[in-house]
């Protein structure tokens, strides 16, 4: 990308120094990533970010704004109806954002993780953007908890860059996936694609017992093959099958390797006080291993880190996780390839590098090797709408290489 050959020699500088400050650090400290991230940016300007996307050309990043109602309107978490929506932002030769436009797309519930489809499909263009929108726990413009079960349609939308709506697949009441495990998907929240198109969702499945009836919770990770979309998004059934996985724990984040290519989740049960055998654990699994209808023995990669919420992972193959459980310090995990979490170091420190509830990063790796990661921070049950963070930062072009010391 051209804007990226422009940086300025100050950002430049300022990371190749703290990068060489990062490793002493590292050194002294073996719990923290031995090369700092540099922080670039702090936006205000957004409703609960949750998820973020780089466009296919890595010119533009999509913030996803859930848009929880605050404490001083409702007596509960939970999303506001139709109150979601898409911002979009220009991503500058600096690695700064710029807004484009703060609502591309309004009248959403609860807009959470995102996803860029790598190849064309009969319906949808390569470059088309998935977001998951209409999970639970979900209540009414008056802070009313939603009890009817058919207000449940929780749905992956498709959309292009300019903001236009290229169709939804269906995964809520009376979809194909409640046909395969009896029960919708209830909290929508990640998802990723492969090379190939496939694509893989992580269900949370918080939130059911609000319903009247209550809606079982099936946790797990589901697959959906890039041949079964179009279908799917016209409403048939398809011809090759979607596949579930369950996990336990409540998974959240979700991403393909592209180091391995395995599929990776994490859980965030613990940031509920839901149980998870993990405590806040990362599972890995093949496509093939799909076919078992469960996880593989030796899935689990690490475990005890918290309550774990986005997932994503730089072009080498490291892997990036967010902490948001309340009694752990919110931070960035790093897990490089075969090795356990350390801490990723955010510098200058200060209030800059505070992190509120940092949810699903969005990773995009640049002209000169470094990578810009964009960190949604959600602001839990604030009341201030319009005023919530994302951080902006970089993480310098030896990033990757510090995993083989």
Same mark, same amino acid.
């Given at each position: 990308?051209?804007?990226?050959?422009?940086?300025?020699?100050?950002?430049?500088? !300022?990371? $190749?120094?703290?990068?060489?400050?990062?490793?002493?650090?590292?050194?002294?400290?073996? @719990?923290?990533?031995?090369?700092?991230?540099?922080?670039?940016?702090?936006?205000?300007?957004?409703?609960?970010?949750?998820?973020?996307?780089?466009?296919?050309?890595?010119?533009?990043?999509?913030?996803?704004?859930?848009?929880?109602?605050?404490?001083?309107?409702?007596?509960?978490?939970?999303?506001?109806?139709?109150?979601?929506?898409? /911002?979009?932002?220009?991503?500058?030769?600096?690695?700064? +954002?710029?807004?484009?436009?703060?609502?591309? $797309?309004? @009248? +959403?519930?609860?807009?959470?993780?995102?996803?860029?489809?790598?190849?064309?499909?009969?319906?949808?263009?390569?470059?088309?953007?998935? *977001?998951?929108?209409?999970?639970?726990? %979900?209540?009414?413009?008056?802070?009313?908890? *939603?009890?009817?079960?058919?207000?449940?349609?929780?749905? %992956? %939308?498709?959309?292009?860059?300019?903001?236009?709506?290229?169709?939804?697949?269906?995964?809520?009441?009376?979809?194909?996936?409640?046909?395969?495990?009896?029960?919708?998907?209830?909290?929508?929240?990640?998802?990723?694609? &492969?090379? #190939?198109?496939?694509?893989? $969702?992580?269900?949370?499945?918080?939130?059911?017992? =609000?319903? &009247?009836?209550?809606?079982?919770?099936?946790?797990?990770?589901?697959?959906?093959?890039?041949?079964? +979309?179009?279908?799917?998004?016209?409403?048939?059934?398809?011809?090759?099958?979607?596949?579930?996985?369950?996990?336990?724990?409540?998974?959240?984040?979700?991403?393909?390797?592209?180091?391995?290519?395995?599929?990776?989740?994490?859980?965030?049960?613990?940031?509920?006080?839901?149980?998870?055998?993990?405590?806040?654990? $990362?599972?890995?699994?093949?496509?093939?291993?799909?076919?078992?209808?469960?996880?593989? #023995?030796?899935?689990?990669? &690490? /475990?005890? %880190?918290?309550?774990?919420?986005?997932?994503?992972?730089?072009?080498?193959?490291?892997?990036?996780?967010? =902490?948001?459980?309340?009694?752990?310090?919110?931070?960035?995990?790093?897990?490089?390839?075969?090795?356990?979490?350390?801490?990723?170091?955010? =510098?200058?420190?200060?209030?800059?590098?505070?992190?509120?509830?940092?949810?699903?990063?969005?990773?995009?790796? +640049?002209?000169?090797?470094?990578?810009?990661?964009?960190?949604?921070?959600?602001?839990?049950?604030?009341?201030?709408?319009?005023?919530?963070?994302?951080? !902006?930062?970089?993480?310098?072009?030896?990033?990757?290489?510090?995993?083989?010391?």
């Amino acid at each position: 990308m051209q804007v990226n050959r422009l940086r300025g020699l100050f950002v430049f500088m !300022v990371g $190749i120094f703290l990068a060489c400050a990062g490793l002493a650090y590292g050194q002294m400290h073996p @719990g923290v990533h031995p090369v700092p991230a540099v922080i670039v940016q702090v936006l205000k300007a957004f409703d609960n970010p949750e998820g973020a996307i780089f466009s296919a050309d890595g010119k533009f990043v999509f913030v996803s704004n859930a848009a929880e109602l605050g404490a001083d309107r409702a007596d509960g978490f939970g999303w506001e109806e139709g109150a979601g929506y898409i /911002s979009k932002l220009e991503v500058q030769p600096s690695g700064t +954002l710029t807004m484009v436009n703060d609502k591309l $797309i309004t @009248g +959403l519930t609860a807009p959470l993780g995102m996803g860029v489809l790598p190849v064309s499909t009969g319906k949808f263009p390569a470059g088309s953007i998935f *977001v998951c929108v209409g999970s639970a726990p %979900l209540r009414d413009n008056n802070g009313q908890v *939603v009890k009817d079960p058919k207000r449940l349609q929780t749905k %992956l %939308l498709v959309f292009n860059v300019d903001g236009q709506i290229l169709g939804e697949i269906k995964t809520g009441v009376g979809s194909t996936f409640e046909e395969v495990t009896g029960s919708p998907i209830t909290l929508i929240n990640a998802l990723g694609f &492969d090379k #190939s198109g496939n694509v893989y $969702i992580a269900d949370t499945a918080f939130g059911g017992d =609000q319903f &009247d009836p209550p809606v079982p919770p099936k946790g797990g990770l589901w697959m959906i093959p890039v041949d079964a +979309l179009d279908a799917l998004a016209d409403n048939q059934a398809p011809t090759a099958k979607v596949q579930f996985i369950p996990v336990p724990g409540n998974p959240d984040g979700v991403e393909v390797s592209p180091s391995d290519g395995k599929i990776y989740v994490n859980t965030v049960g613990p940031v509920a006080g839901a149980p998870d055998p993990a405590g806040g654990g $990362i599972y890995g699994v093949t496509m093939a291993e799909f076919d078992g209808g469960q996880l593989p #023995s030796g899935a689990l990669v &690490d /475990s005890q %880190l918290g309550a774990l919420d986005g997932l994503d992972f730089t072009a080498g193959g490291t892997m990036l996780n967010t =902490q948001i459980k309340g009694d752990v310090p919110p931070r960035i995990y790093v897990n490089c390839p075969g090795k356990p979490a350390t801490t990723l170091e955010l =510098q200058p420190a200060g209030a800059m590098a505070d992190l509120t509830g940092p949810a699903d990063v969005a990773v995009k790796q +640049l002209d000169d090797g470094s990578h810009l990661v964009v960190i949604p921070e959600l602001y839990a049950r604030d009341t201030t709408p319009g005023d919530d963070e994302i951080t !902006v930062v970089i993480l310098p072009p030896n990033f990757d290489a510090a995993c083989q010391g």
